[in-house]
């Protein structure tokens, strides 16, 4: 089955930095990869995805790259706010209607 | 995208009770989810609720633990039975096809003493 690794399990920066969060995914059926936001006390909240047909996307403030060959994909957010502050999901799927697996999740400190 | 009501959204249960979790969805799914995720940990896939039929347990999950119902598109249970402590868990409702990938309901928050 699917495994997915994410680094770094905690990450803070300073306010107004960028973060960084990557994955690697061993399936090379995958071909859809979600990035999810939990905040605290509330279910994970998808905030951007890229399909395997595209190398980035990029919405607002943050982005996703993703590298097929190498099964490396990640997560970019710029300018960083303290509301960004949460922990931080990737994940990866056979799109279509089947599971996702998970990362094991970062925990993003956003300090002001 | 979809939006989910799960009920309870938290709970303090005895050991050896069981708990019922419903998750109503405001639209038609194809798919949905039920997973587990354990105090600071990831999230783990539990079954995927099948409409009409037995649901699919991922290994590690027993029907008999986790009892699944799907009577329509639209809602699921999943049921923790014979509760230990070690059940303590947020348990979570997700659907997928609904264009927008897949959504999380707010979590079950089950604490078992």
């Known amino acids: 089955g699917e495994n997915v690794e994410q680094h770094p399990s905690t990450l803070s920066v300073q306010e107004g930095d960028s973060a960084v969060i990557k994955c690697t995914y061993s399936?090379?059926?995958?071909?859809?990869f979600p990035w999810y936001k939990q905040e605290l006390g509330k279910g994970p909240q998808l905030i951007i995805d890229?399909?395997?047909?595209?190398g980035e996307k990029k919405d607002q403030r943050i982005a996703v790259t993703l590298n097929k060959t190498a099964k490396h994909f990640s997560l970019h957010i710029t300018e960083t706010q303290p509301e960004d502050s949460a922990v931080y999901f990737c994940a990866a799927s056979e799109g279509g209607y089947q599971k996702v697996t998970f990362g094991i999740g970062t925990k993003l400190q956003v300090i002001p | 995208s979809a939006v989910i009501s799960q009920k309870p959204s938290r709970d303090i249960c005895q050991r050896g009770t069981s708990l019922t979790i419903q998750c109503q969805v405001d639209s038609q799914v194809t798919m949905m989810f039920w997973y587990r995720q354990q105090p600071g940990q990831s999230l783990t896939l539990i079954a995927t609720?099948?409409?009409?039929?037995?649901?699919?347990?991922e290994s590690g999950f027993v029907i008999d633990k986790f009892p699944i119902s799907r009577p329509n598109l639209t809602f699921s249970t999943l049921t923790v039975s014979n509760m230990s402590p070690e059940d303590s868990s947020i348990y979570l409702c997700?659907?997928?096809?609904?264009?927008?990938?897949?959504?999380f309901g707010s979590g079950t928050r089950l604490t078992v003493v």
């Open positions: 890229i399909r395997s047909n595209v």
């Open positions: 609720a099948n409409q009409g039929s037995e649901a699919t347990y």
């Open positions: 997700s659907v997928s096809g609904t264009g927008s990938g897949y959504t």
């Open positions: 399936d090379s059926a995958s071909n859809y």
